[in-house]
């Protein structure tokens, strides 16, 4: 199995930055595809960003240009980077792993909150 643990969320204004981890530990030589979701209450989650272990990345387009995700092996981490954050970016955030056996892997979730 593959343990994550999610982190890094908070209270920020609109414009600033914010950068959430997701440490695995565990099986984590079978992880192939890493990404991180939100969902707000009342709707579905949802995609904001993946990168795979050959490092493809990919994004949501309401999130392209101020989001990065990136991979630290060495850490066993998937960060995300985000930066002119805006209200409508507040949800709780989740990072998921997949194995290549098909299986996956949540976080616990961090909350971002985007308020003046």
């Known amino acids: 199995q593959v343990q994550l643990v999610d982190s890094g969320g908070g209270l920020v204004q609109p414009g600033g930055s914010l950068t959430l981890s997701c440490a695995a530990s565990?099986?984590?030589?079978?992880?192939?595809?890493t990404g991180w979701y939100r969902q707000v209450p009342g709707d579905q989650r949802e995609l904001v960003a993946s990168i795979t272990n050959s490092g493809l990345t990919n994004y949501q387009d309401s999130v392209k240009g101020r989001f990065t995700i990136s991979r630290d092996n060495a850490k066993s981490t998937v960060y995300l980077q985000m930066n002119n954050l805006k209200p409508e970016d507040t949800a709780v955030y989740y990072c998921k792993t997949t194995e290549y056996g098909g299986n996956a892997y949540w976080g616990q979730g961090t909350q971002v909150t985007v308020s003046s």
């Open positions: 565990g099986r984590i030589f079978s992880i192939y595809h």
